[in-house]
């Protein structure tokens, strides 16, 4: 399971015209899930991204986890794109949507957050605090 993890003044995602969810000050986490992936790896995978400490404390420097502020949790399979053989992404190593759905909420629900849809084409925007930007994975 793999998760990019930004840092975020805003964010929110729109679907077919309508805003599914949006946040002030967090995280927003695009999320992939591999066929390999458990329920185990989505609780630590939350764990980790809740205890992240990439917030700044009373003197400025990164020491302080999401606490109150809020997460937007993204599905994103192109997160296990391969390139190594061309350039046009393989996904191979993304999990099949009845495998990574249930894992996606799992993840989700784990950390309170507001989500896109899955499966859906979804339009994303944010504003970088920072910026700060973490890659974070579970095996």
Not at 13 to 22: E, S
Not at 30 to 59: K, S
Not at 123 to 139: A, F, K, Q, R, S
């Amino acid at each position: 399971m793999r998760a990019l993890v930004q840092r975020v003044s805003r964010a929110s995602v729109t679907v077919d015209g309508t805003v599914t969810g949006a946040i002030g000050p967090g995280l927003l986490v695009l999320l992939g899930v591999t066929h390999a992936d458990t329920e185990a790896d989505a609780d630590r995978i939350a764990e980790r991204i809740r205890a992240l400490r990439v917030f700044p404390d009373v003197e400025g420097r990164m020491n302080e986890a999401l606490g109150e502020r809020e997460v937007l949790c993204i599905s994103q399979f192109t997160l296990y794109g391969d390139t190594r053989k061309g350039n046009r992404p393989a996904y191979v190593q993304a999990a099949r949507p009845e495998v990574a759905e249930p894992l996606y909420e799992r993840v989700c629900e784990r950390l309170g957050a507001r989500r896109g849809v899955f499966g859906a084409h979804m339009d994303v925007e944010l504003v970088n605090d920072g910026p700060v930007t973490v890659m974070i994975e579970v095996p």
